[in-house]
Protein backbone atom coordinates (compact mmCIF):
# COMPACT_ATOMS: atom_id res chain seq x y z
CA UNK A 1 0.00 0.00 0.00
CA UNK A 2 1.22 3.43 -0.99
CA UNK A 3 2.35 5.90 2.10
CA UNK A 4 0.12 8.49 0.91
CA UNK A 5 -3.23 5.91 0.63
CA UNK A 6 -2.81 5.10 4.08
CA UNK A 7 -2.63 9.10 5.05
CA UNK A 8 -5.71 9.46 3.65
CA UNK A 9 -7.77 6.82 5.26
CA UNK A 10 -6.51 8.24 8.41
CA UNK A 11 -7.46 11.98 7.42
CA UNK A 12 -11.33 11.34 6.93
CA UNK A 13 -14.00 14.13 7.15
CA UNK A 14 -16.44 13.97 9.88
CA UNK A 15 -19.76 13.87 8.56
CA UNK A 16 -21.18 16.93 10.14
CA UNK A 17 -24.93 17.99 9.98
CA UNK A 18 -24.86 21.70 8.22
CA UNK A 19 -28.28 22.89 9.11
CA UNK A 20 -27.81 26.00 6.73
CA UNK A 21 -27.42 23.29 4.49
CA UNK A 22 -30.09 20.96 5.12
CA UNK A 23 -32.80 23.76 6.39
CA UNK A 24 -34.69 23.30 2.82
CA UNK A 25 -34.92 19.80 2.81
CA UNK A 26 -36.36 20.11 6.69
CA UNK A 27 -38.52 22.88 5.41
CA UNK A 28 -39.93 20.92 2.20
CA UNK A 29 -40.37 17.48 4.74
CA UNK A 30 -42.19 19.49 7.15
CA UNK A 31 -44.62 21.36 4.32
CA UNK A 32 -45.39 17.91 2.76
CA UNK A 33 -46.05 16.66 6.57
CA UNK A 34 -48.51 19.64 7.28
CA UNK A 35 -50.34 20.12 4.51
CA UNK A 36 -50.73 16.19 4.21
CA UNK A 37 -52.16 16.22 7.57
CA UNK A 38 -54.61 19.36 6.92
CA UNK A 39 -55.95 18.32 3.82
CA UNK A 40 -56.65 14.63 4.84
CA UNK A 41 -53.68 12.83 2.47
CA UNK A 42 -54.82 14.91 -0.86
CA UNK A 43 -51.66 16.69 -0.48
CA UNK A 44 -49.52 13.78 -1.56
CA UNK A 45 -51.64 12.20 -4.27
CA UNK A 46 -49.67 11.49 -7.55
CA UNK A 47 -52.51 13.97 -8.75
CA UNK A 48 -51.71 17.09 -6.82
CA UNK A 49 -48.00 16.51 -7.17
CA UNK A 50 -47.80 16.39 -10.77
CA UNK A 51 -49.70 19.20 -10.86
CA UNK A 52 -47.67 21.18 -8.37
CA UNK A 53 -44.61 20.50 -10.17
CA UNK A 54 -46.13 21.87 -13.84
CA UNK A 55 -46.90 25.09 -11.80
CA UNK A 56 -43.30 25.40 -10.38
CA UNK A 57 -41.71 25.04 -13.46
CA UNK A 58 -41.80 28.81 -15.16
CA UNK A 59 -40.67 29.88 -11.88
CA UNK A 60 -37.79 27.62 -11.45
CA UNK A 61 -36.47 28.68 -15.11
CA UNK A 62 -36.25 32.00 -13.81
CA UNK A 63 -34.70 31.32 -10.19
CA UNK A 64 -32.02 29.34 -12.52
CA UNK A 65 -31.56 32.46 -14.33
CA UNK A 66 -31.91 34.82 -11.58
CA UNK A 67 -29.58 33.03 -9.51
CA UNK A 68 -26.64 33.72 -12.00
CA UNK A 69 -28.00 37.45 -11.70
CA UNK A 70 -27.84 37.83 -8.14
CA UNK A 71 -24.37 35.89 -7.48
CA UNK A 72 -22.90 38.62 -9.61
CA UNK A 73 -24.29 41.07 -7.13
CA UNK A 74 -26.91 42.24 -9.43
CA UNK A 75 -31.13 42.09 -9.88
CA UNK A 76 -33.36 41.75 -12.99
CA UNK A 77 -36.66 43.31 -12.53
CA UNK A 78 -37.77 42.48 -16.06
CA UNK A 79 -38.03 38.81 -16.43
CA UNK A 80 -42.16 38.57 -15.56
CA UNK A 81 -42.57 41.26 -18.41
CA UNK A 82 -40.18 39.39 -21.08
CA UNK A 83 -41.56 36.21 -19.95
CA UNK A 84 -45.66 37.88 -21.28
CA UNK A 85 -43.59 39.25 -24.27
CA UNK A 86 -41.69 36.16 -25.40
CA UNK A 87 -45.10 33.70 -24.93
CA UNK A 88 -47.05 36.57 -27.07
CA UNK A 89 -44.59 36.99 -29.55
CA UNK A 90 -44.28 33.40 -29.60
CA UNK A 91 -48.47 32.85 -30.16
CA UNK A 92 -48.74 35.52 -32.30
CA UNK A 93 -46.65 34.12 -34.71
CA UNK A 94 -47.94 30.70 -34.55
CA UNK A 95 -52.05 31.92 -34.44
CA UNK A 96 -51.79 35.00 -36.44
CA UNK A 97 -49.57 33.78 -39.03
CA UNK A 98 -49.41 30.46 -38.87
CA UNK A 99 -45.94 29.80 -37.96
CA UNK A 100 -44.79 26.29 -36.96
CA UNK A 101 -43.94 25.59 -32.94
CA UNK A 102 -40.23 25.04 -33.53
CA UNK A 103 -39.72 28.84 -35.28
CA UNK A 104 -42.03 30.39 -32.81
CA UNK A 105 -40.36 29.06 -29.91
CA UNK A 106 -36.57 29.60 -31.38
CA UNK A 107 -38.29 33.38 -31.89
CA UNK A 108 -39.46 33.28 -28.80
CA UNK A 109 -36.26 32.58 -26.75
CA UNK A 110 -34.27 34.77 -28.99
CA UNK A 111 -36.26 37.67 -28.37
CA UNK A 112 -35.25 37.62 -24.72
CA UNK A 113 -31.28 37.25 -25.18
CA UNK A 114 -31.98 40.16 -27.45
CA UNK A 115 -33.73 42.41 -24.46
CA UNK A 116 -31.34 40.41 -22.52
CA UNK A 117 -28.55 41.73 -24.20
CA UNK A 118 -29.84 45.07 -24.62
CA UNK A 119 -30.63 45.68 -20.31
CA UNK A 120 -26.88 44.12 -19.90
CA UNK A 121 -25.36 46.36 -22.41
CA UNK A 122 -26.66 49.68 -20.40
CA UNK A 123 -25.98 47.95 -16.86
CA UNK A 124 -22.68 46.69 -18.32
CA UNK A 125 -21.28 49.00 -20.47
CA UNK A 126 -22.98 52.09 -19.17
CA UNK A 127 -23.04 51.58 -15.90
CA UNK A 128 -27.08 52.21 -15.05
CA UNK A 129 -28.27 50.52 -12.17
CA UNK A 130 -29.67 47.24 -12.98
CA UNK A 131 -32.12 48.14 -10.84
CA UNK A 132 -32.87 50.79 -12.44
CA UNK A 133 -32.69 49.41 -16.16
CA UNK A 134 -34.75 46.21 -15.58
CA UNK A 135 -37.48 48.11 -13.73
CA UNK A 136 -38.00 50.30 -16.72
CA UNK A 137 -37.99 47.07 -18.78
CA UNK A 138 -40.51 45.76 -16.17
CA UNK A 139 -42.92 48.79 -17.98
CA UNK A 140 -41.19 48.69 -21.31
CA UNK A 141 -41.75 45.14 -22.29
CA UNK A 142 -45.34 45.10 -20.60
CA UNK A 143 -46.45 47.87 -22.84
CA UNK A 144 -45.26 46.53 -25.82
CA UNK A 145 -47.02 43.10 -25.34
CA UNK A 146 -50.35 45.12 -25.26
CA UNK A 147 -49.76 47.15 -28.16
CA UNK A 148 -48.80 43.29 -30.12
CA UNK A 149 -51.29 42.21 -28.74
CA UNK A 150 -53.66 44.78 -28.97
CA UNK A 151 -55.03 43.93 -25.23
CA UNK A 152 -56.57 40.60 -26.70
CA UNK A 153 -55.83 37.22 -25.65
CA UNK A 154 -54.06 35.23 -28.74
CA UNK A 155 -55.18 31.57 -29.07
CA UNK A 156 -55.89 28.93 -29.61
CA UNK A 157 -52.48 27.38 -30.32
CA UNK A 158 -51.20 24.32 -32.09
CA UNK A 159 -51.38 20.97 -30.38
CA UNK A 160 -47.57 20.59 -30.40
CA UNK A 161 -46.98 23.74 -29.10
CA UNK A 162 -49.40 22.91 -26.37
CA UNK A 163 -47.53 19.43 -26.01
CA UNK A 164 -44.43 21.58 -24.40
CA UNK A 165 -46.66 22.72 -21.38
CA UNK A 166 -49.12 20.02 -20.83
CA UNK A 167 -47.42 16.40 -22.10
CA UNK A 168 -46.64 13.75 -20.13
CA UNK A 169 -43.06 11.73 -20.59
CA UNK A 170 -44.77 8.25 -21.12
CA UNK A 171 -44.22 5.23 -18.07
CA UNK A 172 -41.91 3.21 -19.57
CA UNK A 173 -39.78 6.20 -20.34
CA UNK A 174 -40.40 7.61 -17.09
CA UNK A 175 -38.60 4.70 -15.40
CA UNK A 176 -35.81 4.18 -17.51
CA UNK A 177 -34.63 8.06 -17.15
CA UNK A 178 -34.91 7.33 -13.28
CA UNK A 179 -32.97 4.32 -13.69
CA UNK A 180 -30.60 6.05 -15.80
CA UNK A 181 -30.22 8.82 -13.16
CA UNK A 182 -29.44 6.17 -10.25
CA UNK A 183 -26.91 4.79 -12.01
CA UNK A 184 -25.15 7.83 -12.73
CA UNK A 185 -25.15 9.17 -8.83
CA UNK A 186 -23.48 5.66 -8.23
CA UNK A 187 -20.92 6.18 -10.47
CA UNK A 188 -20.45 9.82 -10.13
CA UNK A 189 -20.31 8.81 -6.73
CA UNK A 190 -17.51 6.43 -7.22
CA UNK A 191 -15.06 8.50 -9.42
CA UNK A 192 -15.46 11.22 -6.72
CA UNK A 193 -13.96 9.13 -3.95
CA UNK A 194 -11.24 7.41 -6.31
CA UNK A 195 -10.66 11.16 -7.52
CA UNK A 196 -10.05 12.64 -4.44
CA UNK A 197 -8.35 9.27 -3.22
CA UNK A 198 -6.04 9.47 -5.93
CA UNK A 199 -5.31 13.25 -5.18
CA UNK A 200 -4.54 11.87 -1.28
CA UNK A 201 -7.37 14.90 -0.48
CA UNK A 202 -9.49 13.87 2.80
CA UNK A 203 -12.74 11.82 2.47
CA UNK A 204 -16.07 11.38 3.72
CA UNK A 205 -16.35 7.60 5.65
CA UNK A 206 -17.81 5.36 2.41
CA UNK A 207 -21.85 5.04 4.47
CA UNK A 208 -21.89 8.62 4.12
CA UNK A 209 -21.38 9.33 0.53
CA UNK A 210 -22.90 5.84 -0.46
CA UNK A 211 -25.84 7.02 2.18
CA UNK A 212 -26.56 10.40 0.57
CA UNK A 213 -25.91 8.67 -2.76
CA UNK A 214 -28.49 5.68 -1.97
CA UNK A 215 -31.16 8.58 -0.41
CA UNK A 216 -30.74 10.45 -4.12
CA UNK A 217 -31.32 7.84 -5.82
CA UNK A 218 -34.48 6.63 -4.25
CA UNK A 219 -36.26 9.97 -4.06
CA UNK A 220 -35.09 9.91 -8.01
CA UNK A 221 -37.47 6.44 -8.50
CA UNK A 222 -40.15 7.58 -6.03
CA UNK A 223 -40.13 10.47 -8.00
CA UNK A 224 -41.00 8.25 -10.82
CA UNK A 225 -43.23 6.43 -9.53
CA UNK A 226 -45.48 9.02 -8.04
CA UNK A 227 -45.74 10.61 -11.57
CA UNK A 228 -46.56 7.43 -13.33
CA UNK A 229 -49.40 7.09 -11.29
CA UNK A 230 -50.88 9.92 -12.99
CA UNK A 231 -49.65 10.82 -16.25
CA UNK A 232 -46.25 10.37 -16.26
CA UNK A 233 -43.26 13.02 -15.58
CA UNK A 234 -44.75 16.15 -16.73
CA UNK A 235 -42.81 17.70 -19.85
CA UNK A 236 -42.11 21.21 -18.31
CA UNK A 237 -40.13 19.36 -15.17
CA UNK A 238 -37.98 17.86 -17.80
CA UNK A 239 -37.41 21.05 -19.18
CA UNK A 240 -36.12 22.36 -15.51
CA UNK A 241 -33.86 19.69 -14.94
CA UNK A 242 -32.07 19.07 -17.97
CA UNK A 243 -31.51 23.32 -17.82
CA UNK A 244 -31.10 22.98 -13.85
CA UNK A 245 -27.78 20.13 -14.84
CA UNK A 246 -26.45 22.44 -17.74
CA UNK A 247 -26.60 25.58 -15.00
CA UNK A 248 -25.37 23.49 -12.54
CA UNK A 249 -22.49 22.41 -14.64
CA UNK A 250 -21.40 25.89 -16.06
CA UNK A 251 -21.55 27.45 -12.41
CA UNK A 252 -19.46 24.47 -11.05
CA UNK A 253 -17.08 23.11 -13.35
CA UNK A 254 -16.30 26.45 -15.96
CA UNK A 255 -14.36 29.50 -15.41
CA UNK A 256 -16.68 31.31 -16.57
CA UNK A 257 -18.95 30.11 -13.19
CA UNK A 258 -16.24 31.14 -10.82
CA UNK A 259 -15.72 34.11 -12.54
CA UNK A 260 -19.36 35.28 -11.73
CA UNK A 261 -19.08 34.29 -8.04
CA UNK A 262 -15.81 35.74 -8.13
CA UNK A 263 -17.41 39.33 -9.30
CA UNK A 264 -20.19 39.09 -7.02
CA UNK A 265 -18.21 38.05 -4.09
CA UNK A 266 -15.73 41.01 -4.66
CA UNK A 267 -15.91 43.07 -7.81
CA UNK A 268 -12.68 45.07 -7.67
CA UNK A 269 -10.49 41.99 -6.42
CA UNK A 270 -12.20 40.20 -9.60
CA UNK A 271 -10.79 42.91 -11.88
CA UNK A 272 -7.35 43.34 -10.42
CA UNK A 273 -7.27 39.49 -10.99
CA UNK A 274 -7.71 39.74 -15.13
CA UNK A 275 -11.38 38.80 -15.34
CA UNK A 276 -13.28 40.49 -17.92
CA UNK A 277 -16.33 42.35 -15.61
CA UNK A 278 -18.27 43.52 -18.75
CA UNK A 279 -18.32 40.96 -20.54
CA UNK A 280 -19.48 38.53 -17.82
CA UNK A 281 -22.14 40.78 -16.82
CA UNK A 282 -23.49 41.36 -20.40
CA UNK A 283 -23.65 37.18 -20.73
CA UNK A 284 -24.95 36.93 -17.44
CA UNK A 285 -28.44 39.67 -18.47
CA UNK A 286 -28.21 37.56 -22.38
CA UNK A 287 -28.73 33.85 -20.60
CA UNK A 288 -31.48 35.63 -18.08
CA UNK A 289 -33.52 36.63 -20.78
CA UNK A 290 -33.02 33.61 -22.74
CA UNK A 291 -34.13 31.97 -20.00
CA UNK A 292 -37.05 34.63 -19.44
CA UNK A 293 -38.28 33.38 -23.32
CA UNK A 294 -38.19 29.44 -22.59
CA UNK A 295 -40.42 29.83 -19.34
CA UNK A 296 -42.49 32.25 -21.61
CA UNK A 297 -43.04 29.50 -24.08
CA UNK A 298 -43.41 26.59 -21.36
CA UNK A 299 -46.14 29.07 -20.09
CA UNK A 300 -48.10 29.71 -23.10
CA UNK A 301 -47.72 26.23 -23.93
CA UNK A 302 -49.42 25.21 -20.26
CA UNK A 303 -51.85 27.91 -21.25
CA UNK A 304 -52.30 26.87 -24.65
CA UNK A 305 -53.29 31.09 -24.93
CA UNK A 306 -51.04 33.85 -24.95
CA UNK A 307 -52.63 36.54 -22.56
CA UNK A 308 -51.61 40.65 -21.82
CA UNK A 309 -51.29 39.64 -17.89
CA UNK A 310 -49.18 36.01 -18.24
CA UNK A 311 -46.12 36.52 -16.15
CA UNK A 312 -46.93 39.25 -13.53
CA UNK A 313 -44.87 39.42 -10.47
CA UNK A 314 -43.19 36.89 -11.44
CA UNK A 315 -40.03 38.17 -11.07
CA UNK A 316 -41.03 38.25 -7.08
CA UNK A 317 -41.22 34.81 -6.98
CA UNK A 318 -38.14 34.32 -8.68
CA UNK A 319 -36.11 36.08 -6.33
CA UNK A 320 -37.84 34.83 -3.50
CA UNK A 321 -37.48 31.55 -4.96
CA UNK A 322 -33.80 31.86 -4.87
CA UNK A 323 -33.44 33.85 -1.39
CA UNK A 324 -35.16 30.84 -0.25
CA UNK A 325 -33.08 29.00 -1.77
CA UNK A 326 -29.70 30.17 -0.03
CA UNK A 327 -28.20 32.67 -2.52
CA UNK A 328 -27.54 35.78 -0.72
CA UNK A 329 -28.65 38.85 -2.08
CA UNK A 330 -25.41 40.74 -1.32
CA UNK A 331 -23.80 38.55 -4.46
CA UNK A 332 -21.07 35.83 -4.73
CA UNK A 333 -23.40 33.15 -2.98
CA UNK A 334 -25.61 30.55 -3.88
CA UNK A 335 -26.61 27.51 -5.79
CA UNK A 336 -28.69 26.25 -8.62
CA UNK A 337 -30.17 23.62 -7.00
CA UNK A 338 -31.06 25.38 -3.89
CA UNK A 339 -33.14 28.28 -6.14
CA UNK A 340 -35.02 25.06 -7.90
CA UNK A 341 -35.92 23.98 -4.74
CA UNK A 342 -36.33 27.48 -3.51
CA UNK A 343 -39.23 27.74 -6.42
CA UNK A 344 -40.32 24.24 -4.98
CA UNK A 345 -40.89 25.78 -1.26
CA UNK A 346 -42.66 28.84 -2.80
CA UNK A 347 -45.16 26.94 -4.76
CA UNK A 348 -45.73 24.25 -2.57
CA UNK A 349 -47.24 26.78 0.01
CA UNK A 350 -49.15 28.39 -2.63
CA UNK A 351 -50.89 24.51 -3.45
CA UNK A 352 -51.16 23.67 0.14
CA UNK A 353 -52.94 26.66 1.31
CA UNK A 354 -55.35 26.88 -2.19
CA UNK A 355 -56.39 23.53 -1.48
CA UNK A 356 -57.08 24.56 2.11
CA UNK A 357 -58.97 27.50 0.54
CA UNK A 358 -56.91 30.28 3.02
CA UNK A 359 -57.78 33.39 1.92
CA UNK A 360 -55.44 35.37 -0.39
CA UNK A 361 -54.31 37.82 1.87
CA UNK A 362 -52.90 35.38 4.22
CA UNK A 363 -51.18 33.24 1.52
CA UNK A 364 -49.28 36.91 1.21
CA UNK A 365 -48.52 37.06 4.66
CA UNK A 366 -47.43 33.49 5.07
CA UNK A 367 -45.17 34.03 1.84
CA UNK A 368 -43.71 37.55 2.79
CA UNK A 369 -43.08 36.08 6.59
CA UNK A 370 -40.78 33.20 5.13
CA UNK A 371 -38.85 35.46 2.66
CA UNK A 372 -38.20 37.77 5.69
CA UNK A 373 -37.10 34.44 7.94
CA UNK A 374 -34.65 33.44 4.50
CA UNK A 375 -32.98 36.39 4.43
CA UNK A 376 -32.71 37.02 8.23
CA UNK A 377 -31.14 33.31 8.17
CA UNK A 378 -28.47 33.97 5.50
CA UNK A 379 -27.30 37.20 7.35
CA UNK A 380 -27.42 35.66 10.94
CA UNK A 381 -25.48 32.73 8.75
CA UNK A 382 -22.64 35.08 7.18
CA UNK A 383 -22.42 36.79 10.76
CA UNK A 384 -21.36 33.28 12.53
CA UNK A 385 -18.50 32.71 10.14
Same mark, same amino acid.
Given at each position: MQPGVAQVKDQKLSFKFDIRAYTLII????????????????????????? !?? $?????????? =?????? =?????????? #????????? =????????? #????????????????? =????? #?? !??????????IVTLGGMMVWRGVLLGMSHGETVAPLQDSFVSI??????????????????????????? $? $???? /????????SAAADYGVALACMVIGMGFAY??????????????????? *????????????? $??????? #??? /?????????????? *???FVMMGALAGVAGVVLTGRLNAATVGAGQSFELDAIAACVIGGTSLSGGTGTILGSVIGALVMVSLDNGMSMMNVEPFWQYIVKGSILVFAVWLDIATKNKR
Open positions: ALIFIAILFTFLTDGDFLTSRNLSN !LF $RQMSVISILA =IGMTLV =IVAAQIDLSV #GSIVGLTGG =IAAILQVWF #GWGTLPAVLVAILAGAV =IGLMQ #GW !LVAYKAVPAFGQSYLPYVWGYILAALVCVAIFFSTVR $R $RRKR /EKLQLPLNMMNRYYGIPIPMLIVLVLA *LVFVFITTKTGFG $RYIYAIG #GNV /EAAKFSGIHIKNHM *LAV
